[in-house]
């Protein structure tokens, strides 16, 4: 949060997010995957691909979500709380064994996403269905949108 302008202490900040959360919970409002990102995600797991969740968001609510999705079982690692996402990916890429970060692809729905998968120099795709448009996307030069 703080590379959007946010600044307080990690705690401060969580508690910050998880009383927005809830807030927006009670008012009935909850994230939906990206359509057949549950059939994407098994045809890759078959083919041998390890998959990997990373995310600013708490660890408990991806697997939350995952949980609601059906997906849990095709996820091999979580990374939530990832106060930086370059690090983040290259942690994910060290605990999965990847040693050439062109073997590893980080997907994303915001300019921040590719600037991150680039200064971690996986491959870098962009989806256009989320926060930022496809023009925003664009101006990153995503591997793949």
Not at 8 to 36: F, H, R
Not at 116 to 128: I, L, P, R, T, Y
Request: charged share 25%; with cysteine; net charge negative.
């Amino acid at each position: 949060m703080r590379d959007h302008g946010s600044d307080g202490s990690d705690a401060e900040l969580l508690a910050w997010y998880q009383k927005e959360l809830e807030s927006v919970k009670a008012a009935g409002i909850y994230p939906n995957p990206y359509p057949e990102t549950a059939q994407l995600l098994s045809c890759l797991k078959t083919k041998g691909f390890g998959i990997a969740v990373l995310s600013t968001h708490p660890t408990s609510q991806l697997r939350e979500e995952s949980d609601q999705y059906g997906v849990t079982g095709l996820i091999e690692l979580f990374n939530g709380d990832s106060p930086n996402k370059t690090d983040g990916l290259r942690d994910l890429m060290k605990r999965s064994g990847i040693t050439n970060p062109q073997h590893a692809l980080y997907v994303g729905d915001t300019i921040y996403d590719i600037q991150h998968a680039k200064e971690a120099g996986v491959v870098s795709v962009a989806v256009c269905e989320g926060f930022h448009d496809k023009a925003r996307l664009s101006a990153e030069d995503p591997d793949f949108i």
